[in-house]
């Protein structure tokens, strides 16, 4: 069997190329995998079909892993009559993608490209090819797992496919309907970096696929003790995950940075940092999940505190008033529609528009040109006037005190 994998970045080469080479070698899976390189830019770390380590850290050092699995890798801007090729062939059963948030668009493309700009796009044209050399064969479709961290990204991609399709041809519209399948999934593991030889990452993995059980036969990577849970409905665990880590992560890389921390862990052991991050937990984000979720935001401090992770504030922090508005804004709605208060989470966002409008100088600012230019023009970024009002409360303070006086008194 051959995997495509669309994206080639240092998440899915440390988590599904990790869990292919684990299942591989579990003898539940017989499979290599192509990597299409789907945009023009320059990759961060040179796409090779060679061998590379994951090195893990977990608490007894860190487990190394040879990963082999990548036969081939074409690039979609340099050689699309090679990936049109793969499309049409007999091995091939599964799509794996990572295309950032920024990859799953519902956006009309032109499908006579070579190739279409969008990764919808591209797949449907892709399909299309298989579909014409396959004479529309029901057995033939695909499934398709997207890592992408987008709510209901199986959902969203199939409908984005599906309006390419059907501009395409009807026919092949249907037959992609009928017979791909395309899943939402959840994935978990903090993977910081690496480069061509090398991926690091933490020992902990998880990946929740929900929706047809047909997967479970295709990519039984569970019969190898792999850490893939297939569920009816991954929306309550996507909701834990996201609050819980990625809400954290965004709250440090808000705050930390003020209080002069570098990394993650370096927050997490950071007095004052470290403690807003476990009240943040405690009396924001926890009242808002269904009761059980407090092991796991327990182990959450316990993964961001590793210091061989070396995940550096500046790298959670792209885009992140984007991230804050779907990460830590829900949190903030829900604590208000009951009653409550959520200071903790709107402190951090008064830190990234204090931090977007220059002062301190110093701050990891990573966002979009646009996003970044409104709020130095006084802007605020969201349509809210309680939460305007009350972001504009914590950047008084955080200016006439300082960042660690104006936290101190939020958390006590
Ligand atoms: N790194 C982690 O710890 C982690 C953990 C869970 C999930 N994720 C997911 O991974 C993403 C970051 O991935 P990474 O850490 O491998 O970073 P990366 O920059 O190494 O890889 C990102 C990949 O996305 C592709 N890409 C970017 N924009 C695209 C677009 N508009 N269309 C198509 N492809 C596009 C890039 O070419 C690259 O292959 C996050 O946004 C999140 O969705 C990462
Ligand atoms: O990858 P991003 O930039 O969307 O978010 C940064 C981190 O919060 C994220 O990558 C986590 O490490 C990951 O979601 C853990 O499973």
Redesign the pocket.
Known sequence: MRILQI??????RGFADWMIQKGNDAGVLDTGVVVL???P?P???PLRAAPFRVVLDGPDGPDVTRVDVIDEVVDAYADWDRCLAIARGDDLRLVVS??????IVDVPDDLSARPPE??PAKIAVLLHERWRHCGGDPARGLSFLP???NEDNGRLLRSAVLRHAAALDPAFAAWTGAHCRFYDTI??????GGDAEEVRGERYAHWAIAGDPHIRDEFPLDRAGLPVEFLEDIGPYRVKKVRILNGSHTALAAVAPLLGCVTVNQAVGHPLAGEYLRRLLDTEVLPTLPPGAGPFAAATVERLASPALEHRLADIALNAIAKWQTRNLPVVRDRWAAGERAPLNVFALACLVLGYAGEPGDFPVRDDAEVVARIRDGVFPFDDARLAEETADHVRAIRAAGPEAALEKVIR
């Open positions: 994206g080639g970045g240092n998440f899915l390189k789907v945009t830019r990759s961060r770390v990572n295309t950032t948030e920024a990859g969008t990764f890592c992408e961290l994935v978990d593991r903090i993977v910081p």
